[in-house]
C-alpha cells in the first residue's frame, strides 16, 4: 500500500514542522534514533504511528515541562473499536490510569508509554538495536538523572483496540 503521510503532513504547509522520510523500512527504535538526530528542540514528543493525537494534546504533554524537575511526560492512550468507532475502555485501563495518576501526583511514576510521550532533550538516550522494550529505557534515563516522569491524563492519544490475545493453557 502507499503510504501518504509525508504528502498530507508536507500539504499542511507549516514551517514548524519538518517531514523526514527514509527509502527503506526500519523498526521503530531505528526510526526514533534517526529521527532523533533530525531535531534541535529542547522537548522531543514522540507518538505511535497508528495513534492520532487529540487537538490540545501537544500543548497538555509540555506544560508539565515548565517544572524544571520534569524530564519526562507520558499522555494517556484511549482505544477505540475500529467497528464502531467508540471508545473501549477495559477495567484495567481505569486501574492503569489511576495508579498512574497516583504515583505521578507522589512523584514515583516510573514507565513512559511511549505511544504518546514527551521527553527533554539532553534526557534522551539512543534506543540500542537489540533492546526489546524501550518504554522502561526512557523512564530510566530521566529518573537516573534526577528527573521526575510525569503522568498528563489530558494529553490523549487515540488508537485502534488491539485484537484479543488467546490463551493457551494445554
Request: with cysteine.
Amino acid at each position: 500500500y502507499d503510504d501518504i503521510t509525508a504528502d498530507v503532513v508536507r500539504s499542511w504547509g507549516d514551517s514548524r514542522i519538518r517531514v523526514v522520510e527514509f527509502a527503506d523500512d526500519r523498526g521503530r527504535k531505528e526510526l526514533v534514533n534517526a529521527c532523533f538526530q533530525e531535531t534541535d528542540g529542547d522537548v522531543i514528543v514522540l507518538s505511535a504511528a497508528g495513534s492520532m493525537m487529540d487537538a490540545g494534546s501537544v500543548r497538555n504533554l509540555v506544560r508539565p515541562f515548565r517544572d524544571p524537575k520534569v524530564g519526562g511526560v507520558c499522555g494517556r492512550l484511549v482505544h477505540i473499536d475500529p467497528t464502531t468507532g467508540q471508545a473501549c475502555i477495559r477495567i484495567s485501563q481505569l486501574f492503569d490510569d489511576f495508579l498512574a495518576r497516583c504515583e505521578s501526583r507522589l512523584g514515583i511514576f516510573q514507565t513512559a508509554d511511549t505511544r504518546l510521550v514527551a521527553v527533554r532533550r539532553e534526557l534522551f538516550e539512543h534506543l540500542p538495536h537489540e533492546l526489546i522494550h524501550h518504554n522502561l529505557l526512557y523512564s530510566a534515563g530521566i529518573r537516573r538523572n534526577g528527573f521526575r516522569l510525569y503522568y498528563e491524563p489530558a494529553a490523549v492519544a487515540v488508537g485502534e483496540l488491539p485484537p484479543p490475545t488467546k490463551l493457551d493453557v494445554s
